[in-house]
């Protein structure tokens, strides 16, 4: 007979928390312990322009294609990254821009307690905010607790984020560091136009697109253009190197304008762009020292995790110790 003294006791499974990120292209999906392990992970379509009950009904597939993972788990809690101005009080979404028709007005935490469970807990924000905290969780950024941290999410919009003492800030009515709505003037357009359309992925595009003559290549994205500028031996390189100027110096003259409104200790730079950085990043920083800007720049270190990571931090933020 085996003695009872020597039977070992059962591993306590993992608590972990499911978290969600709604991205415009991609919806992804995880279980993330206390410690920010990624236990299991998921991803799938957004297909944003089916609208929202078509991109819930996908995040809903994407959960139950998680149920393997979820039952050596005990669950805590889910966590929402989501386009669009979030309420995080009530997890739901207050407005959004056309490329998620639908949305605005879409409650998250009805939608998946439905699913979950009524009293399951439900917590969103958005994604530039789920950005931010997940590279403040787990990036690696040594950072100032008195002072301000920035984050700008240079992607097919202009994404922002502001936080202090490590804690993301909402604002009034949950549009703190929503920077790619900021109205500037555009020289070469001789209009006041939204920041995001000339200093993103998509601005960059753009800025190609004014500086090109007629006949020229199109371009798919900035990306392309970035590509562009980077080859001698591309038809479109002239000018794309001329956009890319363009939006180095644009870029440099709203962290100016950072510096001197908001002083962050500590600007994070993520998004598409980044892959980009070699290009872009030693002039942005040329230009910032010439203006005499004591700005510290450092790049996202998380790369896509950022705003999933993000969004567990967010949950584990509420749950206790």
Do not use: K
């Not at 363009?246 to 500590?266: I, M, N, R, T, Y």
């Amino acid at each position: 007979m085996t003695d009872p003294a020597h039977i070992p006791a059962p591993t306590p499974a993992p608590q972990a928390v499911l978290a969600l990120e709604f991205g415009g292209t991609r919806l992804r999906g995880g279980l993330v312990t206390r410690e920010g392990e990624l236990l299991a992970g998921a991803s799938t379509a957004t297909e944003a322009h089916r609208g929202a009950a078509h991109v819930l009904a996908q995040a809903d597939a994407l959960l139950a294609s998680l149920q393997p993972a979820l039952a050596g788990a005990r669950l805590a809690g889910l966590g929402i990254s989501a386009a669009g101005i979030i309420d995080r009080p009530g997890a739901r979404v207050l407005a959004a821009h056309d490329t998620m028709p639908g949305w605005a007005g879409t409650g998250l935490r009805s939608h998946f307690q439905a699913r979950l469970g009524a009293g399951f807990p439900v917590w969103a924000d958005n994604d530039a905010n789920c950005a931010l905290a997940g590279e403040l969780w787990r990036g690696g950024h040594a950072t100032d607790d008195a002072a301000l941290t920035v984050m700008l999410t240079l992607g097919t919009g202009l994404g922002g984020a502001i936080a202090h003492g490590g804690r993301v800030l909402a604002g009034a009515s949950q549009r703190a560091g929503h920077f790619g709505s900021v109205r500037t003037w555009h020289a070469r357009q001789q209009a006041v136009v939204p920041l995001e359309s000339v200093v993103s992925g998509t601005g960059l595009m753009n800025l190609y697109h004014l500086a090109a003559p007629p006949g020229a290549p199109r371009a798919a994205g900035g990306e392309e253009v970035a590509r562009w500028a980077a080859d001698a031996a591309a038809p479109a390189h002239p000018h794309a190197q001329a956009a890319m100027r363009e939006w180095g110096q644009l870029l440099a003259d709203f962290l100016q304008d950072l510096h001197v409104s908001l002083d962050p200790a500590l600007v994070i730079l993520g998004g598409g762009v980044l892959r980009s950085q070699a290009q872009w990043w030693a002039p942005l920083a040329q230009r910032l020292e010439a203006h005499g800007m004591s700005l510290r720049l450092a790049p996202a270190a998380l790369g896509n995790d950022a705003g999933l990571l993000g969004a567990a931090s967010l949950a584990w933020q509420h749950l206790p110790a």
